[in-house]
């Protein structure tokens, strides 16, 4: 008989590097037998095979290859995968610092997921229902289907890049129980930059205000720095690693925030090269020529296509401020 994983290795090419720390590998992987022996029937558990820390690094790597580089279909097809990681981590101590993480890019599957239902490809059936969260065991994944038509593909992306999309989407979500106590403190110190301080809820799309919050390829903070840019604006990551510190983590935010924005003279080209890199940015703005991020971000990650109207709907959701002209009253 046919095992059954409950995080199904990826079926399309592999390139990025990503990895979980060994012994909280091993912690998921414990979790993902416990979760299983509570939901599953005895007569069933020999039909399923428990995720090894092998599995979990492949998952992680997919996960990071398609935030770059995949459509809105595989997207959509990893968000059932990408749920039950999250259920899973949350079951171990130290699983929480990932699944923050993880939990603010589910808006990306779920966006797409969703966008994949309006907008579907002619002569392509629509996707299956996605299985229940908890205790739903993952099958293989299903061959890749025929990318949509370009028209399709098109239409999609231009409502995962809307601003008034993703404020439907966050309209009602309630702010991180953690910003209430760090979003005065954060205010202050982004004041002091001179960076408006509407751009502390940056630590919500970025790490859901949990200040101990890392991804699986070395980002880590408030504002997931990672190493070498942490260093690049004044904080150390041995032996102390302050990029966990709140504080600490928000001047840099601050300080990076500031340096963006005198480079594109735009919040949104700011946030964009937050996320993918400035040097990524500059040379799509050069190559063009451009000067707006709207003239660029079909060139851009997928992740950075939906993270720049993401953020510009959570600081209008949050302070009712709107960032998202090139020459914003806002600027610094």
């Known amino acids: ?3 059954i994983v409950l995080i199904p290795a990826l079926a399309w090419p592999l390139a990025a590097s990503a990895q979980l720390p060994d012994d909280l590998l091993e912690q998921a992987v414990q979790a993902g ?5 509570e939901h ?3 007569d069933l558990l020999d039909q399923y095979e428990w995720p090894s820390p092998e599995t979990w690094t492949e998952f992680w790597t997919g996960l990071t290859q398609t935030l770059e580089t995949g459509s809105l279909d595989d997207l959509a097809w990893l ?17 929480a610092s990932y ?6 890019r589910m808006d990306y ?3 797409a997921e969703a966008l994949v239902r309006e907008v579907p490809a002619p002569g392509q059936p629509p996707p299956p229902p996605p299985p229940a969260r908890r205790g739903e065991l993952k099958t293989p994944p299903r061959p890749k289907p025929a990318p949509p038509p370009p028209a399709v593909q098109q239409r999609r992306m231009e409502s995962a890049r809307s601003t008034s999309k993703w404020e439907t989407k966050l309209s009602g979500r309630p702010a991180p129980a953690r910003a209430a106590a760090l979003a005065p403190r954060l205010k202050d110190i982004f004041r002091a930059e001179g960076v408006p301080p509407e751009l502390i809820w940056l630590a919500e799309v970025e790490s859901s205000f949990n200040p101990e919050a890392r991804s699986p390829v070395g980002a880590a903070g408030l504002f997931q720095f990672m190493p070498a840019t942490a260093q690049r604006f004044g904080l150390s990551v041995k032996p102390k690693d302050e990029r966990l510190a709140p504080e600490k983590s928000a001047g840099a935010a601050a300080k990076y925030l500031r340096y963006l924005h ?3 003279h735009s919040w949104p080209l700011a946030f964009a090269a937050y996320n993918a890199g400035e040097g990524r940015v500059g040379k799509l703005l050069k190559s063009a020529p451009a000067r707006t991020f709207e003239a660029i971000q079909d060139r851009l990650p997928t992740e950075t296509q939906m993270y720049v109207p993401k953020v510009l709907a959570t600081i209008k959701l949050r302070e009712r401020v709107d960032l998202s002209a090139p020459a914003s009253s806002k600027s610094p």
């Open 1 to 3: 008989m046919k095992r």
């Open 33 to 37: 037998e416990q979760l299983a022996r």
């Open 40 to 42: 599953l029937p005895a």
């Open 79 to 95: 968000k059932p995968a990408a749920e039950s990681a999250i259920e899973m981590l949350r079951m171990v101590p130290e699983g």
């Open 99 to 104: 699944a923050d993480w993880l939990q603010q």
């Open 109 to 111: 599957f779920d966006m």
């Open 262 to 264: 005198g480079m594109f």
